[in-house]
């Protein structure tokens, strides 16, 4: 049993991911505003993560400088309150399909930047140099297919969906928007402000955890510095009162989910699995956050999925297991002694290195 249980655990991760991807737009189609959403699951996540923080981290955590906290507050304005501002009103005027499959352009954008910064190496005259640049390649296929080209529709097999039959007329008008064009494009040109911000947001972490590795600590703050923000973006673009208010519905499922699911039980699965593993092994399961995100949204939401969508999606899984096999291979060759032209890294850049390419694996830790 214990063989499997990495297995398990990294299905688990991604059917929480399908779940906050589902339950965020199911949100947005009752409409809720997404800078209110983004404000109160960010809180709910500081809340829930700094008394682990507190308890866990009390003696062992690394003190904290001013030039840090600084560092660690502008990182959280890059990668969490632009970024997922950005994704979420990407969603409401795409799909949750859509938006399941950008994901998976993550773990290559990451390779890029770290490729921009001399955090990892390409040679293109290698079998693994070419398959990391082939991925590059068909991740950018993959984008402009989802932005550019719809085609036929595939109509569901069911007309009974369990997160639809209470939206709001506001919700129904933006599920119904989200179908033209105009409205599409600009989702999913927001998707990609969103990747390459999550992107640069992951390569400069792994920078800022060498000097300060107590991660805990270093989630709370980043929490607790986006709940912040979003609360003066939220204030600034939403004047009605009504839409800060909380009843018994989805709205509070979804904001609970965050908060809990995501930001605190996905976190501990996510090292689980890296450290029985490898990082390789959690990045290649991201594809299957688009299978269930699909199924869930025709099941549960009644969207319509256009066959642009799926090929797509298959062009962005095809891209990360490219690179992901690039690097695999490469680290094998290293490990059996084949590529001798390397220099010995020092021990400070090699920490950096495994801190750039553990993040590489944890794509969606604060989305």
Same mark, same amino acid.
């Given at each position: 049993?214990?063989?499997?249980?990495?297995?398990?655990?990294?299905?688990?991760i991604q059917i929480i991911y399908a779940g906050m991807i589902l339950l965020s737009k199911a949100a947005f189609n009752?409409?809720?505003?997404?800078?209110?959403?983004?404000?109160?699951?960010?809180?709910?996540?500081?809340?829930?993560?700094?008394?682990?923080?507190?308890?866990?981290?009390?003696?062992?955590?690394?003190?904290?400088?001013?030039?840090?906290?600084?560092?660690?507050?502008?990182?959280?304005?890059?990668?969490?309150?632009?970024?997922?501002?950005?994704?979420?009103?990407?969603?409401?005027?795409?799909?949750?399909?859509?938006?399941?499959?950008?994901?998976?352009?993550?773990?290559?954008?990451?390779?890029?930047?770290?490729?921009?910064?001399?955090?990892?190496?390409?040679?293109?005259?290698?079998?693994?140099?070419?398959?990391?640049?082939?991925?590059?390649? $068909?991740?950018?296929?993959?984008? =402009?297919?989802?932005?550019?080209? *719809? /085609? &036929?529709q595939l109509k569901p097999f069911l007309h009974h969906h369990l997160l639809e039959s209470h939206y709001s007329h506001?919700?129904?008008?933006?599920?119904?928007?989200?179908?033209?064009?105009?409205?599409?494009?600009?989702?999913?040109?927001l998707l990609l402000v969103s990747i390459i911000c999550w992107s640069l947001w992951l390569v400069l972490q792994a920078?800022?955890?060498?000097?300060?590795?107590?991660?805990?600590?270093?989630?709370?703050?980043?929490?607790?510095?986006?709940?912040?923000?979003?609360?003066?973006?939220?204030?600034?673009?939403?004047?009605?009162?009504?839409?800060?208010?909380?009843?018994?519905?989805?709205?509070?499922?979804?904001?609970?989910?965050?908060?809990?699911?995501?930001?605190? $039980?996905?976190?501990?699965?996510? =090292?689980?699995?890296?450290?029985? *593993? /490898? &990082?390789?092994?959690?990045?290649?399961?991201?594809?299957?956050?688009?299978?269930?995100?699909?199924?869930?949204?025709?099941?549960?939401?009644?969207?319509?999925?256009?066959?642009?969508?799926?090929?797509?999606?298959?062009?962005?899984?095809?891209?990360?297991?490219?690179?992901?096999?690039?690097?695999?291979?490469?680290?094998?060759?290293?490990?059996?002694?084949?590529?001798?032209?390397?220099?010995?890294?020092?021990?400070?850049?090699?920490?950096?290195?495994?801190?750039?390419?553990?993040?590489?694996?944890?794509?969606?830790?604060?989305?």
């Amino acid at each position: 049993m214990g063989s499997t249980k990495p297995y398990l655990a990294v299905i688990f991760i991604q059917i929480i991911y399908a779940g906050m991807i589902l339950l965020s737009k199911a949100a947005f189609n009752r409409g809720m505003n997404s800078y209110v959403f983004v404000f109160y699951r960010q809180m709910a996540g500081a809340l829930f993560m700094s008394p682990l923080a507190m308890i866990f981290e009390r003696k062992s955590a690394t003190p904290l400088s001013v030039v840090t906290f600084c560092k660690i507050f502008m990182l959280s304005f890059l990668g969490i309150t632009l970024a997922i501002n950005a994704y979420c009103i990407a969603l409401t005027y795409t799909s949750a399909a859509l938006g399941a499959a950008s994901i998976n352009c993550l773990p290559v954008g990451t390779f890029f930047f770290a490729v921009l910064l001399r955090m990892e190496k390409v040679k293109i005259k290698t079998a693994a140099g070419i398959a990391k640049v082939a991925g590059l390649v $068909v991740c950018m296929t993959g984008v =402009a297919v989802l932005c550019f080209y *719809k /085609g &036929p529709q595939l109509k569901p097999f069911l007309h009974h969906h369990l997160l639809e039959s209470h939206y709001s007329h506001q919700g129904q008008q933006q599920a119904h928007d989200s179908s033209s064009g105009h409205r599409w494009i600009i989702g999913c040109f927001l998707l990609l402000v969103s990747i390459i911000c999550w992107s640069l947001w992951l390569v400069l972490q792994a920078q800022l955890l060498v000097k300060y590795p107590a991660k805990l600590r270093f989630t709370s703050l980043q929490c607790l510095s986006s709940a912040a923000q979003s609360f003066v973006v939220a204030i600034a673009l939403e004047r009605d009162p009504s839409q800060w208010n909380l009843g018994w519905n989805i709205n509070l499922l979804a904001i609970a989910y965050c908060g809990i699911m995501v930001t605190g $039980v996905s976190y501990y699965l996510q =090292a689980y699995v890296i450290e029985k *593993k /490898g &990082p390789v092994f959690q990045a290649m399961s991201q594809p299957l956050n688009l299978i269930i995100t699909v199924i869930g949204s025709v099941l549960l939401l009644g969207e319509v999925i256009s066959l642009g969508s799926v090929l797509g999606g298959i062009l962005l899984a095809a891209s990360l297991y490219s690179v992901l096999w690039g690097k695999s291979k490469e680290q094998k060759s290293m490990e059996n002694g084949t590529c001798l032209s390397v220099p010995v890294q020092p021990e400070k850049e090699r920490a950096h290195l495994k801190e750039a390419e553990a993040t590489i694996a944890e794509p969606t830790l604060f989305v």
